[in-house]
């Protein structure tokens, strides 16, 4: 029993190239398989087919065949296919259907037709198993993005799928969420023999979890397993082969990684920091006494889903600086940037440039640039580049800036594909880069490189840097990436118990 592709070929237009061309391979079941490689190579596809989505939902298999456990999932009914394999979208948002925690964990068992009395035991075991006590009566528009992945998970274990494929499950969790959550997986895993395929760009989170690592490869292969290591001395051996294939390395700064990745393959063509040796030295601008801070938070008090988040918190920011924001998952992160941008009502006041902002109102256009964790519901433009240039004037120095952004992040062969074609990887470089051609002397980026391969980050952390240097902008940026936020960042803040507090580096 596998999982296997056999010389497969996939395009989603009849008369487009393929996205996977003549890809083989086989993952043997029974294991916790992790499957790493570029952003946009076809991981998420590779997910898709094997949980019978493609060809049946979008797209057409050009050549070959998708085998799970020796049957074709796209011929299952929707009742036997879901037995078979259980799939996690990258984007949670995507697969829920009812309105509370509660109903759409009640609603999965509705639709394998269980008996009421049995539907009730089942769901409480969901929730405990994601730890979901306190959120299962919520809405689920109201969770962060970390929540909704669990909550995401709790559906596909009330499932119990013989395959289980999880596309990043851990990009909107913090550290300890994602461990918990996958101390979890592993004890289930063990406890059901069931199959684990995950797609995920940060492979510490699988150390001592994950059985196998293969690498969706340039070439288009897949290549042969390597065992994650069990004991302390296999982790060089490890750690020199995830540096090899342009993946990031646990405990390693981005600035050595950066300078190891000089001549690969899997660096893009880069030019000022990103060519030298990852982050800058710290060039912020010097604090202006003769002005008002570009944003400022007082006494600000945050409420959501009828908790606080935050109470009386005070911060400043200065322009040509770059912040960035930590905290646990569902801690306030980006609901105070949606305060910011004035979709949240708060207490207290938001000042941006010394001008105070109305609470639940949108400040004036060109003031604030925003990227969101779900880039797509912000697209406006029909192709990348004509995202990219939105509301910017038509000028050859336009069309040069934006040639050369995506050059950088590795979108300019995509430029005249619809923004809705890419992977969600690729979606999120595309709305970072629509906010490095803006004009706004404030920017908030909201988790910027969750599920980003290691030359994709540097290459959107090192645009963001320019910009806000040589632009003299200010930058505030949320991430679970505790080593990223202190590389990258001039000063720290994280969420704590209610609180907005400096964050202290890590010894």
Not at 208 to 228: C, E, N, T, Y
Request: proline share 6%; with cysteine; aromatic share 6%.
């Amino acid at each position: 029993m596998s999982l296997c592709f056999s010389h497969l070929s996939f395009r989603y237009f009849a008369d487009g190239p393929d996205v996977i061309h003549q890809l083989s391979g086989e993952i043997p079941d029974g294991r916790i398989t992790v499957l790493a490689g570029p952003s946009g190579q076809g991981k998420s596809t590779l997910l898709y087919l094997a949980a019978g989505l493609y060809p049946d939902a979008a797209g057409q298999i050009s050549s070959g065949q998708v085998r799970v456990d020796g049957q074709d999932p796209a011929a299952l009914s929707p009742g036997a296919r879901c037995r078979l394999t259980g799939l996690l979208f990258q984007n949670p948002d995507l697969q829920f259907c009812l309105d509370t925690v509660e109903n759409e964990l009640a609603f999965c068992l509705e639709n394998l037709a269980q008996p009421p009395a049995a539907i009730s035991a089942a769901l409480e075991e969901a929730i405990d198993f994601s730890g979901l006590s306190a959120l299962r009566r919520r809405q689920l528009v109201s969770l962060s993005g970390g929540e909704k992945q669990r909550v995401a998970l709790a559906c596909v274990r009330l499932l119990q799928p013989r395959w289980l494929l999880l596309d990043e499950p851990l990009a909107n969790l913090d550290p300890a969420s994602g461990r918990f959550l996958l101390q979890r997986l592993q004890s289930w895993q063990q406890e059901a023999r069931f199959s684990v395929l995950a797609v995920d760009h940060r492979i510490e989170n699988w150390l001592g979890i994950a059985d196998d690592l293969r690498l969706l490869q340039p070439d288009g292969s897949i290549s042969a397993a390597w065992p994650f290591p069990r004991r302390r001395q296999d982790r060089p051996a490890f750690d020199q082969l995830l540096q090899q294939h342009g993946l990031i390395v646990p405990g390693r700064s981005y600035r050595e990684q950066a300078a190891r990745l000089q001549g690969s393959p899997f660096l893009p063509l880069a030019t000022g920091r990103l060519a030298g040796a990852g982050p800058a030295p710290a060039e912020p601008a010097t604090e202006q006494s003769d002005g008002p801070p570009a944003l400022a938070l007082q006494n600000l008090t945050l409420q959501a889903g009828g908790r606080y988040l935050l109470r009386e918190a005070d911060a400043s920011f200065q322009a040509g600086r770059v912040y960035a924001l930590l905290g646990q998952s569902g801690c306030g992160k980006s609901t105070l940037l949606r305060a910011i941008l004035g979709f949240s009502r708060y207490q207290g006041s938001i000042r941006l440039a010394g001008r105070r902002l109305r609470a639940g109102r949108p400040p004036a256009p060109g003031t604030l640039g925003l990227v969101t964790q779900s880039p797509q519901d912000q697209f406006v433009g029909g192709s990348v580049l004509e995202e990219v240039t939105a509301g910017q004037p038509d000028t050859e120095q336009t069309r040069r800036k934006a040639e050369s952004i995506l050059r950088q992040i590795r979108l300019w062969r995509f430029r005249d594909l619809s923004p809705y074609q890419l992977s969600q990887g690729q979606q999120r470089r595309l709305g970072v880069a629509s906010l490095l051609l803006s004009s706004c002397p404030v920017l908030l980026c909201d988790e910027p490189t969750y599920a980003q391969d290691l030359a994709a980050t540097l290459a959107l952390m090192d645009q963001l840097l320019t910009v806000c240097r040589e632009g003299g902008r200010l930058l505030l940026f949320t991430t679970h990436d505790r080593q990223l936020a202190f590389e990258y960042a001039d000063e720290v803040w994280e969420i704590q118990g209610e609180a907005l507090k400096r964050a202290a580096a890590e010894s």
